[in-house]
């Protein structure tokens, strides 16, 4: 038995941010710090993002994603026999926010939580199929909502606490849904290859909440190191890809559209890649 995707859907937070808005809010919070006019865009080229509202959680981007996809697909709410919400942002530490998902989707199955950073949705996937492959389901929605905004670090005191932070002021609020569902075997999902290097787990943190940092302020932003997170892709390089694909029969040359997050395209192809020698990297042409 397979997973068949039978649907996907998004959706972004309504309200937009600008860069130049985000920088004059960072220099109004910091006082005598605030970055160069100008600089965020020319590192990054971002001229907006979507921010939630005050009002919204996490787990409202997911629902309203889930709700469309449900309409597109004609599915009803009795259909889904399993919700996974795959994210790396959560409403609370407890209960887990697949509950929340559920209850305001109306739904009466078994939930659960995948959180993973940004490999969040794709091991939903993962979870999913190995699942629908087991027969113990057949209709499972993954649905994730991301709030960065919440864990955006506003007041700066120095230098070296704007590049730690710098991360948060280029990403969006959004909300994603798929629905696999049970088909034969050998269609759907072909497969999955992952592969980590845990020792480099302070490379992005958001650490508070948990045991470590329960109720420290200082420990609600988000963090990472750019330079190390270049360095673990690097170490890693593209052996989980040749080896996935060689593992599946395929190549690349059997992809009509080739996704990789930007902040890894270099570190795990190298340029190696064929369709991707051609794009324009410094204007943020990348392949798709």
Known sequence: MGAHLAGTAVQLAERRL????????????????????????????????????????????????????????????????????????????????????????????????????????????????????????????????????????????????FVRTFPGYTLSDAGSAMLLTAGAAGEGVLGCGFSADSSQWEVGTLPSGGSAHPRDVEFSYFAMDGARMKAAFLSLGPEILDGTLDRLGLSWDDFAVIGVSSSGVDAVFGGDLPAYRGADRSAGDYPA
């Open 18 to 161: 600008t860069t130049a808005e985000t920088e004059r809010r960072i220099r109004a919070a910091s006082g005598t710090f605030g970055p160069p006019e100008g600089l965020i865009k020319r590192l990054t080229g971002i001229e907006s993002r979507h921010v939630m509202g005050d009002h919204e959680q996490a787990s409202d981007l997911a629902v309203a994603a889930a709700r469309k996809l449900l309409a597109e697909t004609g599915t009803s709410v009795a259909e889904v026999d399993l919700l996974l919400f795959a994210s790396a942002s959560q409403d609370m530490v407890e209960p887990a926010t697949a509950h929340i998902v559920a209850a305001k989707l109306e739904l009466r199955c078994p939930v659960m939580d995948v959180k993973n950073a940004c490999n969040s949705m794709l091991n939903g996937i993962e979870v999913a199929d190995a699942l629908i492959a087991t027969g113990r389901y057949q209709t499972v929605l993954v649905a994730g909502g991301e709030a960065p905004s919440r864990a955006v670090r506003w007041s700066v005191p120095d230098l070296a606490s």
